[in-house]
């Protein structure tokens, strides 16, 4: 896609999202033909779109793929809105912050760009899920995140990932829901014996 019209759908789904929030605050007459028009305008969803969030940052989401937490987005720019208010209220910027299982880094990026905080270390054991949030990091040139490629557990030692798509990317889980489905290895270790994480004087908060 030209860079020109890759511009252009993105700040319009901005604005349309702005809209559409707007008028389902309202009650008037002829307020449902707006909100049918800013529907029609609205890209449809696809694979590999790069959406703006309500807090500044982009996302690359599959909200055909994932029809949890990354439709939500696309539809709303957001999700579980209430919990990052709440989060907003507790999270300075010199805090230290731990994400375990950051899924496409929603939360990671509201911690590191929005609320600017000093660090964040970032947990994704699914290995697909963590490429998309390496993409989300590197298209927001976010530079006091680390990530780690692995699942925390009470023991050090390797595993299997259980992708769960018919809910959502982030409901991916150590524990079968099938008999015969196949797992993904991965790495599992302790958070007290990751390095990083032993150099810091203080961990201010730990979302899990």
Known sequence: ??????????????VIRKLDAFFNQKRFRGNGYILKLLKALKRKPSAN????????????????LDKGVERSIY????????????????INKNDIVIDAGSNIGLMTLFFAYTLKAKKVFSFEPMPTTYQLLLDNLRL???????????ALSDKTTTGKIYPNLAINRGAASLNKSKADE?????EIKRLDQVESILEQPTISFCKI
């Open 182 to 186: 196949e797992g993904i290895p991965i």
């Open 140 to 150: 927001n040139k976010v530079n006091n995140v680390e990530t780690f490629a692995l």
């Open 75 to 90: 539809e709303t720019g957001t999700y579980e809105e209430g919990t990052l208010w709440i989060l907003s209220k507790i």
């Open 49 to 64: 779109m790069i959406v703006q969030s309500k807090y500044g940052f982009k996302l690359k989401i599959d909200p055909v």
């Open 1 to 14: 896609m030209p860079i020109f019209s890759w511009m252009v759908n993105f700040y319009r789904d901005a």
